[in-house]
């Protein structure tokens, strides 16, 4: 132990945890930290060595007896029939599946979808129901046969602390100087700070600072191997991690089928892992998430208000210095194009992950610091009650250069570094110029890369600046982009540039951008044609026997613009095969995000299935549902006529209805998915206004 162990320990008895014994643990497990904390925190809270000892066998033990590996889920499950009961600890899923009107408990390493659950559970604990939380939980076996459920819940206590006390925590605070509080926060992470410079540190902190002040909008992109997404699916029970993938407005903000606000609802940080890969279905969630970005709120068929912040972290595969001297790239080159300048402008700090460390066990400390989850919890209480930000503006004093979003994402920065390292309220100026500095350059960052991208100059004032104490204007820059005159004055796209050739004379002219009228189809042009939306209209014709190259979405996707709304009559949605291609129909609707109400008018006769038919579609309604979309399903036993009705005006009509397409030679030929490749049956299609 050196100094600051001491002190620590005697400060914060009861609340510390010596680090190395985390590592120790830590490999060849999936078991997250503030979960293997703990348990360190339970049977390890002691200096001496022979008690640690006992402790780490008494944790390793516990993991060996109560913690399952995803692939001994089996045996698990059979110890539990054995046994009557046992207590696990697991991440704990709860959902609510509307057909059976009830909710069902799963465990994910365990391995069951359909466990039983008490309503006091989920009630007591939202975070159940959005994205689940890590437990300790007592698992029975349910003997009575006539029950379609194997387990059910008898205990479950999340692990989190039960008690926080915060006035505790800033009079603990106040015994340390600003430097040694922040290399308490580093050892607590598992950093050892004196492989650290003060920069890296900073850096460090600002990872954090999501989870600390509400509403901020955070921004990483670096290298792989820096660690980004460990401080989000690691550190805190509060936040969640995302990877990239598809993402919709349902699942992030509102589901208004269910009248349900989504994840910001539930979670302190919402963190988009691999944020390159993201893939928005619906144009609302982009538009949502820019109003909810901006002040924490959105309105989506209910006023939500929510103090969830949104980060964003991804690779950076180019060099920075080839970014910042390029007149084509910019450091917001990884991101998804639904990304625009108004979601850019909202950052209120880019992080330079091209600085950060490459994960090395170097870097790891064997000293002690804080046990995870509290000082996750102290950071939540100041997210949740604590505002300081009317304290940071009565104390800067910013340059006329910066504008309003950017006094609003520097100030957040600050305050979260205040919430950080001084909680218990005192800052000298020197720290305080120097979370400034920081935040400010942060901010410029993110501004330079938007000016590159826009072809005027609404963002052109870069030069930020703030008044320091000695009444002395300090104009921040940020290191990468120093000299880089790619960024710092970029060339506006249809901007002219003049160039000395000797001999003759050039004047700046005014360029006028190229219209269709302009273009001569006739003659070659450097300029990309600009083409009109083709105009929609009626089609009548005919789909031969063993013609290919049809599909539900080349048919009905041309007339989906801004429908909502839409009705499919069919008798002949009963069979497996008729089931399926309902099933493809509507994932081919799903690609136009504005539809939100399926109706299936169908019918059956003496040979369908009735039983598997109503399941299909039951189980088809509850996925629909997830996505926020509406099937409603109606029985009409006179129904013969097969047509497609849009609420747009269009109508089709396809002579066999959905089921055009011949049966596959062998299910395992072309054409099986890809219907675009499957032989048609002859029929008529009819599409008219």
């Excluded at 072309?670 to 599409?687: M, Q």
């Amino acid at each position: 132990m050196d100094e600051l162990d001491s002190k620590l320990i005697e400060v914060f008895d009861g609340k510390v945890v010596r680090k190395d014994l985390l590592h120790r643990i830590k490999k060849g497990t999936n078991v997250p930290t503030f979960v293997l904390e703990f348990l360190l925190a339970r049977y390890c809270a002691s200096d001496d060595v022979d008690e640690i000892q006992a402790g780490l066998e008494a944790v390793l033990e516990t993991l060996s007896d109560n913690y399952v590996r995803p692939d001994e889920a089996n045996a698990a499950q059979s110890k539990v029939a054995t046994k009557g009961k046992h207590k696990f600890i697991d991440k704990v899923h709860v959902r609510y599946v509307e057909k059976e009107k009830r909710h069902w408990a799963s465990m994910e390493n365990f391995n069951s979808q359909r466990i039983a659950i008490g309503e006091k559970f989920y009630k007591n604990n939202d975070r159940l129901l959005e994205g689940g939380i890590w437990a300790e939980v007592t698992l029975c076996h349910n003997d009575i046969e006539e029950d379609d459920y194997a387990f059910y819940i008898e205990d479950l206590r999340p692990i989190q602390l039960s008690r926080f006390d915060y006035d505790a925590f800033c009079k603990g605070r106040a015994k340390y100087t600003r430097d040694e509080w922040m290399d308490i926060v580093m050892r607590s992470v598992g950093l050892e700070p004196s492989k650290l410079n003060k920069r890296v540190k900073f850096h460090f902190l600002s990872r954090l600072a999501s989870l600390v002040e509400a509403n901020y909008n955070f921004i990483e992109l670096g290298p792989r191997g820096t660690g980004k997404s460990y401080f989000y699916s690691e550190f805190s029970p509060y936040s969640t991690l995302i990877s990239g993938g598809q993402t919709s407005s349902a699942t992030l903000f509102y589901n208004n089928a269910r009248k349900k606000v989504g994840l910001v609802g539930f979670w302190d940080t919402i963190a988009f892992d691999e944020v390159g890969n993201m893939r928005v279905k619906d144009p609302d969630t982009i538009q949502i998430m820019k109003d909810f970005m901006a002040n924490g709120r959105f309105s989506r068929g209910a006023e939500v208000i929510a103090d969830a912040s949104m980060t964003f972290i991804g690779n950076l595969d180019l060099g920075v210095k080839q970014v910042v001297n390029s007149t084509e790239y910019d450091l917001f080159q990884p991101l998804p194009k639904e990304f625009d300048l108004a979601i850019m402008d909202r950052f209120c700090t880019y992080l330079p992950g091209w600085e950060m460390p490459k994960n090395s066990s170097e870097f790891l400390t064997s000293n002690y610091g804080f046990i995870t989850d509290y000082l996750a919890e102290a950071f939540h209480y100041q997210l949740k009650h604590t505002n300081r930000y009317e304290e940071v503006s009565k104390r800067i004093n910013l340059g006329s250069a910066i504008e309003g979003r950017d006094e609003k994402g520097i100030k957040k920065t600050v305050v979260a570094f205040m919430k950080m390292l001084h909680p218990h309220g005192e800052c000298s100026d020197k720290d305080f110029e120097e979370y400034i500095e920081y935040a400010i350059e942060g901010r410029r960052r993110v501004k330079e890369q938007m000016n590159k991208r826009k072809p005027d100059d609404e963002f052109a004032l870069i030069e930020l600046s703030y008044i320091n104490v000695k009444d002395k204007e300090v104009v921040v820059h940020c290191p990468e982009t120093v000299g880089a005159s790619a960024t710092l004055t970029p060339q506006k796209p249809g901007m002219r540039v003049e160039t000395d050739v000797p001999g003759e004379s050039h004047k700046p002219e005014e360029t006028v951008e190229p219209t269709i009228n302009d273009i001569d189809p006739q003659q070659g042009s450097d300029v990309a044609e600009v083409s009109a939306p083709p105009e929609l209209k009626e089609q009548h014709f005919k789909i031969t026997y063993d013609a290919t190259g049809y599909s539900y979405e080349s048919i009905i996707t041309p007339y989906l613009a801004k429908a909502k709304s839409i009705v499919i009559e069919d008798p002949y949605i009963r069979a497996k095969h008729q089931l399926n291609n309902f099933v493809r129909f509507c994932e081919a609707l799903l690609k136009q995000p504005s539809i939100k109400d399926i109706k299936l008018i169908t019918s059956y006769d003496d040979k369908t299935d009735v039983h598997e038919m109503a399941e299909a579609l039951k189980d088809l309604q509850q996925s629909l549902l997830e996505l926020d979309v509406k099937l409603e399903v109606q029985v009409n036993e006179n129904l013969h006529d097969r047509e497609i009705r849009i609420d747009n005006g269009w109508t089709i009509k396809i002579g066999r209805g959905l089921d055009f397409f011949q049966k596959p030679d062998s299910w395992f030929g072309v054409g099986t998915n890809d219907l675009t490749l499957r032989k048609c049956l002859e029929t008529s299609v009819d599409i008219f206004k």
